[in-house]
């Protein structure tokens, strides 16, 4: 009988990381490119200061050597002040958004605004005392039938 650890799924280890500064918010947001969500799958907890996004995130590793490939992921920031959000409305739940990119832009250190971008113009800010960001996969990869196209 095989065995898993809890870090893994049957497709392999699972993708695990932090970013506590702007340049490993780069890489968390690069393999982060491309995920779709729902309006609903985020939630601010203002009482813990965190704020939970379930995303469906295309794997790049994995798809750059064969068929496209995503795979559920979760991404919580710590240390939330405040949010703000441009292009996208609360109370409509099952719009879909495709992340673009993520950025740390810094305020009087070590605090900030980490700033995901979503295609169509759709912004989410959250203010935060200082950056601490987690994302990981929760589940298996599954196929999909294309990888996001980026025409120039």
């Known amino acids: ?26 890489v968390l947001s690069a393999h982060l490119q491309d ?19 379930l995303l469906k995130r ?30 996208f409305r609360q109370d409509r739940p099952d719009d879909l958004l ?10 009087e250190a070590p605090s900030g605004v980490a700033r995901l971008v979503f295609s169509g113009g759709c912004v989410l800010q959250l203010e935060v005392e200082c950056l601490e960001a987690r994302m990981a996969d929760l589940g298996p990869h599954w196929p999909v039938r294309h990888a996001p196209g980026h025409g120039g």
């Open 98 to 107: 495709s992340l673009l990119n993520i950025e740390f832009i810094p305020g």
């Open 58 to 87: 295309f794997d790049w590793l994995k798809s750059a050597g064969g068929a496209p490939q995503r795979a559920l992921a979760g991404l919580h920031f710590e240390n939330v002040r405040k949010t703000s959000l441009r292009g």
């Open 1 to 26: 009988m095989s065995q898993s650890r809890d870090d893994e799924t049957p497709a392999g280890p699972a993708l695990r990381l932090m970013a506590c500064d702007a340049e490993d918010l780069a």
């Open 35 to 53: 995920a779709i969500l729902r309006v609903g799958d985020m939630v601010y907890q203002p009482r813990e200061r965190r704020f939970i996004l």
